[in-house]
């Protein structure tokens, strides 16, 4: 049976995918059809306090569309020293700004600080949905700080200002592949493909 990805967000979608196959690569035993949803979603359908609600709603209204299973996220950056703002807002606040300028606020705020308060995580919530009310929850967090500047191309969102401390670099300098080895996204969607291993009837 075939499994909707419930995302409007191009780099989001491939980083599953990419996700998806570094997963099969490592076991060639499992397979799932994942599918692109390509109608519309809503944008108040992620206006909750938690990633968990912005999550399953936007899994839902889906499932709404195509009565088969459904799988979704949400993810944001938390910053310590703001009480882990913006967290589940990461995408909404300052709407008046590019991404880019978003980040470089943030730069901007956290550049002359020790690097004991740069502390920040990368959060994400996936979920699972199999019908209406039957659904799965995977959740992952990376930590890191926030980088002096700007740096990096790849990746999106605020990946040009968190450091994998591991290795040193942004997400913004890492490319999809090595990104999908190590982020919040890659840890909570393996944990999602172990889940879906493990109970191979769940989805038929």
Same mark, same amino acid.
């Given at each position: 049976? *075939?499994?909707?990805?419930?995302?409007?967000?191009?780099?989001?979608?491939?980083?599953?995918?990419?996700?998806?196959?570094?997963?099969?690569?490592?076991? /060639?035993?499992?397979?799932? @059809?994942?599918?692109?949803?390509?109608?519309?979603? /809503?944008?108040?359908? @992620?206006?909750?306090?938690?990633?968990?609600?912005?999550?399953?709603?936007?899994?839902?209204?889906?499932?709404?569309?195509?009565?088969? /299973? *459904?799988?979704?996220?949400?993810?944001?950056?938390?910053?310590? @020293?703001?009480?882990?703002?913006?967290?589940?807002?990461?995408?909404?606040?300052?709407?008046?700004?590019?991404?880019?300028?978003?980040?470089?606020? $943030?730069?901007?705020?956290?550049?002359?600080?020790?690097?004991?308060?740069?502390?920040?995580?990368?959060?994400?919530?996936? *979920?699972?949905?199999?019908?209406?009310?039957?659904?799965?929850?995977?959740?992952?967090?990376? @930590? !890191?700080?926030?980088?002096?500047? *700007?740096? !990096?191309?790849? !990746?999106?969102?605020?990946?040009?200002? $968190?450091?994998?401390?591991?290795?040193?670099?942004? $997400? !913004?300098?890492?490319?999809?592949?090595?990104?999908?080895?190590?982020s919040h996204r890659a840890i909570a969607f393996k944990k999602m493909f172990d889940f879906i291993k493990s109970k191979p009837h769940l989805i038929k």
């Amino acid at each position: 049976m *075939v499994i909707y990805l419930a995302t409007k967000n191009f780099h989001k979608v491939r980083e599953i995918f990419h996700i998806l196959s570094i997963y099969q690569e490592e076991n /060639p035993d499992f397979y799932i @059809e994942l599918k692109e949803y390509e109608g519309d979603i /809503p944008q108040d359908i @992620e206006v909750y306090d938690n990633y968990h609600d912005n999550a399953v709603k936007k899994a839902q209204y889906v499932y709404h569309q195509v009565l088969a /299973p *459904v799988i979704s996220e949400d993810s944001g950056i938390e910053f310590l @020293e703001l009480n882990n703002f913006p967290g589940p807002y990461s995408k909404r606040i300052f709407p008046s700004l590019a991404q880019s300028q978003k980040n470089q606020a $943030f730069v901007n705020m956290f550049k002359d600080l020790d690097i004991v308060y740069r502390k920040c995580k990368y959060v994400c919530c996936a *979920v699972l949905l199999i019908n209406f009310s039957n659904y799965y929850v995977f959740t992952a967090s990376v @930590e !890191g700080y926030v980088s002096s500047k *700007v740096i !990096g191309d790849n !990746g999106f969102g605020y990946d040009p200002i $968190f450091v994998l401390p591991s290795l040193k670099k942004t $997400f !913004g300098e890492i490319d999809v592949k090595l990104k999908c080895k190590y982020s919040h996204r890659a840890i909570a969607f393996k944990k999602m493909f172990d889940f879906i291993k493990s109970k191979p009837h769940l989805i038929k």
